[in-house]
Nanobody, 126 residues
């Protein structure tokens, strides 16, 4: 069974910061490119950041320069540092392994697993 455990969300004011974490099994983490997705109310889930096993990164235009994805291979954990948060960043954030053509951009990547963790809620509001 796939284990993806997200944490670190919360309520933050516009301009604030949060750091999300996603812990998973070693076999999933070490073998795959990992990504952070988000789903806002009434919207489809979207991939916002991804990181390869060799630490190449890619971001959605809407978050570029504000969100940073990283991974700790010793802890089988992927992180999402979120800075200069905006109300439109409000969503439930999920992680998953991703597959697809890396050089095709985030639009060419999709989640590997059909099952998801519980996600972590990020709410940006004054």
């Amino acid at each position: 069974q796939v284990q993806l455990v997200e944490s670190g969300g919360g309520l933050v004011q516009p301009g604030g910061s949060l750091r999300l974490s996603c812990a998973t099994s070693g076999s999933i983490f070490s073998s795959n490119t990992m990504g952070w997705f988000r789903q806002a109310p009434g919207k489809q889930r979207e991939l916002v950041a991804a990181i390869t096993r060799s630490d190449k990164t890619n971001y959605a235009d809407s978050v570029k320069g504000r969100l940073t994805i990283s991974r700790d291979n010793t802890k089988n954990t992927v992180y999402l540092q979120m800075n200069i948060l905006k109300p439109e960043d409000t969503a439930v954030y999920y992680c998953n392994a991703v597959v697809g053509r890396w050089d095709g951009g985030l639009g060419s990547l999709t989640s590997l697993f059909g099952s998801w963790g519980q996600g972590t809620q990020v709410t940006v509001s004054s």
